[in-house]
């Protein structure tokens, strides 16, 4: 299982699809000892990786305390990051500490298109010099990608940079609207683009050897059984089911995308929200409406509930509206 803690708000940018709308830092951030309790609890849940992001979770002077107590509880500390911030010497404290691989934010070959994405001059370059600088301690990293109708043609180009700098892996991120993504939906891609790209990504996969993964995108997991191929997930949308995430002040979330308050690891321990949340034990029995009830591949992908919600007036368990599957059974 995986989980998600946006361990603070604040972000030295200002991206436009930024699902938690980070900038400033907030007042009521989990502080230092409260971050270590709920690291206890996510391990007594029986989670195993443990991502730390943001905001941008660099900012946090304590996030190598943080890093250090999850590894000392068995659990595998992995970052989502834009990167900017990996000094040499903090690539190594992070190495020390247990994490086990980076992800850095790289969203065109163009830096110009790449820093105005993310409202920050120098940000392609700060990105690859943060994995450089993680390549050079040893520190395993991979690139994420947001896929958007402007990057879409260069979406597998990238992938080609990812293998030449020596990244594990290459996942892409598509988009669901919420935070500031809200303001650029018509940006994202729709049905029969996200079909092709998707297939195009499992065909990649076959010619290249380091790790190739959609997010957001569930039907990937139809696309490549259907290749022929076998993959390592178990599961397209992994949401209530094997993931969740909680944000800079300990509010719990069935994924980054469906902005619904399910408790407060201030007054419940996460363990319990976790267990008992009536929306994550709904989203469990996958009792999905339209196509996505009736679709074979039902267990494999599950459909973005995210999306779903979001094209469906929260209706987190109706049918996923990008997908070119729908209704067919057996």
Aim: glycine share 10%; hydrophobic share 35%.
């Amino acid at each position: 299982m995986i989980i998600s803690w946006n361990t603070t708000n604040q972000c030295n940018m200002f991206c436009d699809h930024c699902y938690r709308d980070a900038s400033a830092k907030f007042e009521e951030e989990l502080n230092t000892e409260e971050g270590k309790a709920l690291l206890d609890e996510i391990a007594k849940a029986g989670f195993k990786i443990m991502i730390f992001s943001g905001g941008e979770p660099l900012m946090r002077p304590d996030i190598v305390e943080l890093v250090k107590h999850a590894t000392s509880l068995g659990l595998k500390p992995v970052f989502g990051t834009n990167g900017t911030l990996i000094t040499p010497e903090l690539a190594q404290e992070l190495k020390e500490a247990g994490t086990m691989g980076v992800g850095i934010s790289l969203d065109s070959l163009n830096p110009k298109k790449h820093d105005e994405f993310r409202r920050f001059p120098g940000a392609w370059e700060g990105a690859v010099r943060g994995m450089k600088n993680c390549k050079a301690v040893g520190l395993p990293f991979q690139i994420h990608t947001t896929v958007m109708d402007w990057n879409y043609d260069e979406a597998l180009k990238i992938t080609d940079f990812a293998v030449e700098l020596g990244a594990m892996a290459h996942h892409f991120f598509f988009l669901v609207p919420t935070g500031r993504a809200v303001s650029i939906e018509e940006e994202s891609l729709r049905a029969e683009q996200y079909e092709a790209i998707l297939t195009d990504i499992m065909k990649k996969q076959q010619e290249v050897k380091i790790e190739l993964k959609p997010t957001c995108a569930p039907q990937f997991m139809r696309i490549a059984k259907e290749m022929g191929m076998d993959l390592r997930f178990g599961r397209g949308c992994l949401a209530g089911t094997h993931y969740c995430i909680i944000g800079p002040k300990g509010l719990v979330q069935p994924c980054a995308y469906l902005n619904m308050n399910l408790g407060d690891v201030r007054e419940t321990p996460f363990s319990e929200i976790w267990k008992n949340s009536p929306v994550l034990n709904e989203l469990r029995t996958m009792k999905y409406k339209g196509g996505c009830g009736s679709c074979r591949y039902k267990v494999a992908c599950g459909g973005c509930r995210a999306r779903a919600a979001f094209y469906n007036e929260g209706d987190y368990m109706a049918e996923e509206p990008w997908c070119l599957y729908h209704g067919r059974k057996g």
